[in-house]
């Protein structure tokens, strides 16, 4: 169990570091002029829709995918044994890092593409909100109960 536990929190900060790395690589990108800035400036209606899109996303998406994780924990995965409860842990983990990751790019781009700060907050709660989302041991073992089996031993 304890190599399962080891491997799981492995992968879930490979997962949690490749979404900075993706965030980071897209800033550079447009700071560079690898990508192309300003995209929607003159076009006001798609630039209101992209940006009510953005901020629909940021206000539906960021807290559905901590609240998410936290009732598939209490309801479901705390039910299982613990292969698949580790198996299911890693999956709404992705789940949770998948979801404010596509905020975090969509509203990041919106910033680039239309030059107003509406974008770069609710990426930024995005990118924040993932500071939620940090894997770690003692993390891993208190929100499956094992804790308990582990003073135990």
């Known amino acids: ?31 560079c002029g690898i990508l192309e800035e300003g ?3 003159g076009n006001d209606n798609a630039m209101y829709v992209a940006q009510l899109t953005g901020v629909l996303l940021a206000i539906c998406l960021i807290p559905m995918s901590l609240r998410i994780f936290n009732l598939s924990l209490t309801k479901y995965i705390k039910t299982l044994n613990i292969e698949n409860a580790l198996k299911s842990y890693r999956r709404w983990s992705e789940v949770r890092i998948i979801l404010l990751l596509v905020v975090a790019v969509f509203n990041i781009s919106l910033y680039y593409w239309t030059m107003d700060n509406t974008g770069l907050l609710c990426g930024g709660m995005a990118v924040l909100a993932s500071m939620f989302c940090i894997p770690g041991r003692k993390r891993i073992l208190s929100e499956l109960d094992l804790t308990k089996e582990e003073e135990a031993v």
């Not at 304890?2 to 993706?22: G, H, N, Q, S």
Request: glycine content about 6%.
């Open 1 to 31: 169990m304890e190599k399962k536990i080891k491997v799981l929190l492995t992968l879930l900060k490979i997962e949690f570091y490749a979404m900075w790395v993706i965030v980071i690589g897209l800033i550079a990108g447009y700071e």
């Open 39 to 41: 995209v929607l400036i």
